[in-house]
């Protein structure tokens, strides 16, 4: 058996999320379809992080072991020739026996992507949060910063199916500004459910002047989600990089 590790990209649009469910297309079962389709027999693929129905990756990391008798270089080629045109294999590569896409993760980057305008862009709609009213990015830069650092994240954490620890360590913020172009970018050792989706959510609403210069903390400090701001859609959202 060997392990395959595989860079994936996609558009999330048409998907329920990364991970097979029993019901709706998912990004894993169709890189496991090809899977079968290419090598002849059926194999569980890992994904580093499971990106909610509608979220976008451009470098999301798999793994999976098969027992393959020719040059892994081949497989991205072989899988992108079966699988459906919003999903591609960027690289393949063998790894150590015990190698694991989301165990062994240090950490993940994702960026969120909002455009300040009335006018919609067939080209761009479904990759942004078209935005009407003006932000004032200078604000949001700000008030991101206290989110920089150990802290429990539990305001920005969506209802989970079961309970874990909501202190995590966002390692980078950034919030940068081209035209009526606004990303955010965060780095982090992990994210709870939701929890990129409401930060970008609470920024927005603090850069529209909703919530006022210094709510952050407090938001941070009351391990409330009510208080924090909306999840922001997820057709915003891209998964960056996994650090390992």
């Known amino acids: 058996m060997r392990n395959v590790k595989l860079t994936i990209a996609y558009d999330g649009t048409a998907y329920k999320g990364w991970q097979v469910q029993k019901n709706g297309r998912t990004v894993q079962a169709e890189i496991e379809k090809a899977i079968a389709r290419v090598i002849g027999s059926k194999h569980t693929v890992h994904g580093a992080g499971r990106t909610d129905a509608g979220v976008h990756a451009i470098a999301q990391v798999a793994n999976f072991k098969a027992p393959i008798n020719f040059d892994v270089a081949r497989i991205p080629p072989a899988l992108n020739t079966v699988l459906p045109g919003d999903i591609a294999v960027k690289k393949a590569e063998e790894v150590p026996p015990d190698f694991h896409s989301r165990f062994d993760a240090r950490a993940k980057v994702y960026s969120y992507r909002i455009v300040v305008s009335r006018a919609r862009d067939p080209f761009s709609e479904r990759y942004v949060w078209r935005l009407p009213y003006a932000l004032d990015e200078r604000i949001m830069r700000e008030e991101a910063r206290v989110l920089i650092g150990k802290h429990d994240f539990k305001s920005f954490q969506a209802s989970d199916k079961r309970e874990r ?34 930060i970008a959510g609470t920024l927005v609403d603090i850069g529209r002047g909703y919530l006022l210069p210094g709510s952050m903390t407090d938001i941070l400090a009351s391990r409330d989600r009510k208080k924090a701001g909306p999840t922001a859609p997820a057709k915003g959202l891209f998964l960056v990089k996994v650090k390992y």
């Open 165 to 198: 620890s909501s202190v995590r360590t966002i390692k980078s913020i950034s919030i940068q500004r081209t035209g009526s172009n606004i990303t955010l970018d965060i780095e982090g050792d992990g994210f709870l459910y939701n929890m990129v989706r409401s």
